[in-house]
């Protein structure tokens, strides 16, 4: 140890989660105090990892963390996450972002403060390439002022931020490539009000927990959007047709507006989604270039016999080479396309799932398999409940029976389950 660089101590010393370790390391010699002072790129603060932090004070949990970063003069990556911890002196935690403005290139924050300060005005904006913020106010963003030159990421979760600001606050950000916005809390709008973001450098961006704000989203370099826990009745995504990846988990959009942004869509996944399919599919027609499909759970709200067509997903996605399948087996409309002469020539994935185990299932699978000559995989979800019934039983013993005489049938073919 003696010989290793201060440098390297640093790095090393960087990785320590613990507070406590750190603070010890620091006192051991006059080496490492060098190595902490100069040389410590990230420090991490988080109550749920901190032994003891429940125990302390408000007041001396202040004074522990202003005291390890005041020590330090090159620090890079600073996270501070503190729940249900009382409010610390707002004095205090703007003496630690002005110590770190010229230097922090990561910075995650969570910290209630009295009084409440806005992130936005205190933190480094000179080098700062990730700004991660949470349960906190931002307001009066002043574009000309508010300057993230470097900024790449952005996630603001349960933030409370007037729509106009944030736009500001993006238009702030020229090199922005991903964006996060967690249960947003807008000011200043009711719920009829759409949420407008504009960029022109957006890459991938994330949107959780949203109302019934409608969405517009004008990103001409947007590959990846991913939608959770929304219920827009419109959706708009103006773009140049950059999309390659659709993610949307529990969405319910009456109007899903993508236009011509699928061209080059890769990756479609549905979960737990509510559409009209055909309108759906009828965006996706375009999308010649996909290679992955999952339909999980996703609800109908066509007639019984408007359902996923398999036979024309071949015809459409001929590159398409992995498929996720999970829906209501009861519909005959579903079983009727199986019988159809097509064959889905690249698809080497399989993975299919049951809303709940029924006499159609194993049969269906047999047919998904047979028309997959490439298929190198297959993973079963189910779920199985504790209390069964005598008919569950022998349903379950059935499909057990089924898939065992489906393996003997095609042993080129890994399988595998997987049971809640």
């Given at each position: 140890m003696?010989?290793l660089?201060?440098?390297?101590i640093?790095?090393v010393?960087?990785?320590?989660q613990?507070?406590?370790d ?7 010699c006059k080496?490492w105090?060098e190595?902490v ?6 420090l ?5 990892y901190?032994?003891g ?9 202040e004074v ?10 090159g620090?890079e990556n600073l996270?501070?996450f503190?729940d249900?911890v ?6 205090s935690v ?5 110590h770190?403005k ?6 995650h924050?969570?910290?209630n ?10 933190c480094g904006r000179?080098?700062l390439e990730?700004?991660?913020?949470a349960n906190n106010?931002?307001?009066?963003i002043?574009?000309a ?14 933030v409370?931020?007037s729509m106009?600001d944030?736009?500001l606050?993006i238009?702030a950000?020229?090199k922005l490539?991903?964006?996060s ?9 009711d719920?009829?009000?759409a949420?407008e973001?504009r ?6 961006i994330f ?6 704000e409608d969405?517009?989203?004008e990103?001409d ?7 959770k ?9 103006i773009?140049k047709?950059?999309?390659r990846v659709?993610?949307l988990?529990?969405?319910?959009a009456?109007?899903?507006g ?13 979960s737990?989604?509510?559409?009209v399919?055909?309108?759906f599919?009828?965006l ?8 992955r499909l999952?339909?999980?759970?996703v ?5 019984d ?6 036979g024309s997903?071949?015809?459409?996605f001929?590159?398409l080479s ?6 209501d ?21 399989l993975e299919?799932g ?7 299932f194993?049969?269906w699978?047999a ?11 297959l993973t079963?979800?189910?779920f ?9 039983c022998h349903?379950l013993?059935?499909f ?10 095609h042993q080129h073919i890994q399988v ?5």
């Amino acid at each position: 140890m003696e010989d290793l660089p201060v440098e390297i101590i640093g790095k090393v010393l960087s990785l320590l989660q613990s507070v406590q370790d750190l603070a010890i390391a620091s006192t051991t010699c006059k080496k490492w105090r060098e190595a902490v002072r100069n040389h410590l790129h990230t420090l991490s603060f988080h109550s749920d990892y901190w032994p003891g932090s429940k125990s302390l004070s408000t007041r001396r949990l202040e004074v522990i963390i202003t005291q390890m970063i005041l020590q330090t003069t090159g620090l890079e990556n600073l996270y501070i996450f503190m729940d249900e911890v009382d409010a610390f002196s707002a004095s205090s935690v703007t003496a630690w972002l002005m110590h770190t403005k010229h230097t922090i290139v990561r910075l995650h924050y969570n910290v209630n403060t009295v009084p409440s300060i806005n992130i936005i005005e205190k933190c480094g904006r000179h080098k700062l390439e990730a700004l991660a913020l949470a349960n906190n106010p931002i307001d009066h963003i002043e574009l000309a002022y508010h300057k993230f030159s470097c900024l790449n990421y952005l996630s603001l979760c349960y933030v409370i931020i007037s729509m106009p600001d944030l736009n500001l606050l993006i238009s702030a950000c020229p090199k922005l490539k991903r964006l996060s916005v967690v249960h947003p809390e807008f000011t200043g709008t009711d719920e009829t009000t759409a949420m407008e973001i504009r960029s022109s450098s957006l890459k991938d961006i994330f949107v959780e927990d949203l109302g019934k704000e409608d969405i517009t989203l004008e990103a001409d370099t947007l590959e990846i959007l991913h939608l959770k826990d929304c219920s827009p009745e419109v959706f708009q995504l103006i773009g140049k047709g950059t999309l390659r990846v659709l993610k949307l988990e529990e969405v319910s959009a009456f109007e899903l507006g993508i236009g011509d942004n699928t061209e080059n869509l890769e990756t479609v996944d549905l979960s737990g989604t509510a559409l009209v399919w055909q309108g759906f599919y009828h965006l996706l027609s375009k999308a010649s270039m996909l290679k992955r499909l999952r339909l999980w759970n996703v609800r109908i709200y066509d007639s019984d016999e408007e359902v996923v067509d398999l036979g024309s997903i071949s015809t459409n996605f001929p590159q398409l080479s992995h498929l996720s399948i999970c829906l209501d087996l009861r519909r005959r409309a579903f079983h009727h396309n199986l019988r159809r002469s097509f064959q889905m020539e690249n698809v080497t994935i399989l993975e299919v799932g049951w809303r709940e185990n029924n006499v159609f299932f194993s049969e269906w699978v047999a047919k998904l398999v047979k028309i997959c000559p490439k298929l190198k995989k297959l993973t079963i979800f189910g779920f199985v409940s504790g209390a069964m019934t005598n008919t569950q039983c022998h349903t379950l013993s059935c499909f057990a029976t089924a898939f065992v005489e489906l393996m003997r049938k095609h042993q080129h073919i890994q399988v595998g389950f997987v049971f809640a």
